[in-house]
């Protein structure tokens, strides 16, 4: 455990597993999918530049030529150097004001009151996600929509961190905080647990991830089971229960013991030691794994059953062994650095401000502990995939507006296509013709008239 003062503060980061390979790939492909595919039952010009793009940046589909590579690069360069260290500020200051706010003079009682708000915080988004996802939409209410899913990612990251400080203080009330082997011991049954419920690749973190606020799956918190509330509401209750309370407790445990091993033998005595030491172990772990990514990529598209998860594994642990040591850096590394002086003030500093800028940047969500994903799963190198994609959308977005406006001018068109437009929109742009038209009846044709004369 690592503490501010060694009895009164927890101060300890958790995973942002937000996305898996599988949605941050469906993501790709709403983004890349035609607004009329669904109208046509002939070959469309658009679908076939949209398959190539759909190909060419998938898991699957090796990075061959040097834009690609670039893209890549500067994708990974925006998670390590920017994304992640939001996200860690933004829970280093969130757990640190939870510790003012919730009871600070009995550490049980914080514990438990964190615990309680992170579960059912998780149970109710959980519950409430369709509804979300049926009424909360940017083509019917475009500011309402904006305003509601900030205030909904600035809520429920308040959640889960609550759930993890939650978890990890009660983890350190109930085992000790100062014995080596007891620590090792528990971390290990917590990873042998998640061996067997093939959950390991929920270790993850930033900047191993970063998840885009994306309309079509903004408000969506997956289970273990995907199991529907509206079909059998007696398993999605079991289902969100292991989901939250097992599974993700596991993954809590894991992390403490891992951060508490290295507050116990990375320099005890020097926080800014001990800090500077985790982070470059932890960024030299981000880059080999990172640059290994393409071997993994390649060996998982070519095995397949329990050696695939085998390798799976150890590639989920190097990610694991990575994100901690990053966040732990980074987490100590605030602690000596931003207003030591002044505790509140470098909270809130490091509450707002991360959260502001991942805002603006449109991956706010990055923030956010939702879903649990199972080892291996996914055909081929969608396993090993990591979502960290953020410049590439941006060119792939900008790529197949350019080539469906070039393919609507071949086509003789002046404008851009229609479904540019809302649905709501259309109305006003038939009267914007209309009046057009009256324009032309009552400038250009009196002119004529006049040169007739």
């Not at 809520?155 to 889960?160: H, S």
């Not at 960024?283 to 329990?306: A, D, E, K, S």
């Not at 990591?386 to 590439?392: A, C, H």
Request: proline residues 4%.
């Amino acid at each position: 455990m690592l503490t501010t003062d060694k009895c009164t503060s927890v101060v300890a980061p958790t995973p942002i597993i937000v996305s898996s390979c599988k949605s941050q790939c469906q993501t790709t492909e709403q983004h890349l999918h035609h607004p009329h595919a669904h109208s046509h039952t002939h070959s469309h010009p658009h679908q076939t530049h949209h398959t190539h793009h759909q190909q060419k940046y998938s898991a699957d589909a090796p990075r061959r030529n040097l834009h690609e590579l670039l893209l890549e690069l500067l994708d990974v360069l925006l998670s390590c150097l920017v994304v992640a260290p939001c996200v860690i500020a933004y829970w280093r200051g969130t757990w640190e004001l939870m510790g003012v706010l919730l009871f600070p003079s009995s550490l049980p009682l914080s514990a438990l009151a964190s615990f309680a708000i992170g579960g059912l915080g998780h149970f109710m988004f959980i519950v409430t996600q369709n509804f979300f996802k049926d009424h909360i939409h940017p083509d019917k209410r475009r500011l309402t929509y904006y305003a509601i899913s900030r205030v909904y990612t600035a809520v429920f990251g308040i959640v889960c961190v609550n759930m993890w400080r939650g978890s990890w203080m009660i983890c350190d009330w109930l085992t000790s905080i100062d014995s080596l082997a007891i620590i090792s011991v528990v971390t290990l049954v917590a990873l042998l647990f998640l061996v067997g419920t093939r959950t390991l690749r929920n270790l993850g973190a930033a900047p191993y991830t970063v998840a885009m606020d994306h309309k079509s799956d903004y408000f969506e918190v997956g289970t273990m089971f995907k199991i529907s509330g509206f079909d059998q509401p007696g398993l999605f209750l079991l289902d969100t229960l292991f989901s939250v309370f097992v599974i993700g407790t596991l993954v809590v445990i894991a992390w403490r013991g891992l951060w508490g091993i290295f507050d116990l033998t990375l320099f005890p005595q020097d926080k800014a030691k001990s800090a500077w030491g985790s982070l470059l172990i932890g960024y030299l772990t981000v880059f080999i794994t990172f640059v290994i990514q393409p071997l993994m990529r390649y060996v998982c598209r070519r095995i397949n059953g329990i050696l695939k998860l085998i390798i799976c594994d150890i590639y989920y642990l190097m990610i694991f062994f990575g994100a901690v040591n990053a966040w732990r850096g980074i987490w100590n590394l605030l602690d000596v650095y931003v207003y030591p002086d002044d505790r509140i003030l470098s909270f809130w500093i490091t509450h707002i401000i991360p959260f502001l800028l991942l805002a603006a940047l449109k991956c706010s969500n990055s923030i956010l502990v939702r879903g649990v994903f199972i080892d291996a799963e996914g055909s081929g190198a969608e396993c090993v995939h990591l979502p960290i994609n953020y410049v590439r959308l941006h060119f792939q977005r900008e790529r197949r507006k350019k080539l469906e406006s070039e393919q609507y001018r071949k086509s003789g068109h002046s404008e851009p296509p229609h479904y540019y437009l809302k649905a709501e929109h259309a109305p006003l742009r038939m009267n914007l013709e209309k009046d057009m038209e009256a324009q032309h009846s009552l400038i250009e044709k009196p002119h004529t008239a006049a040169q007739i004369i």
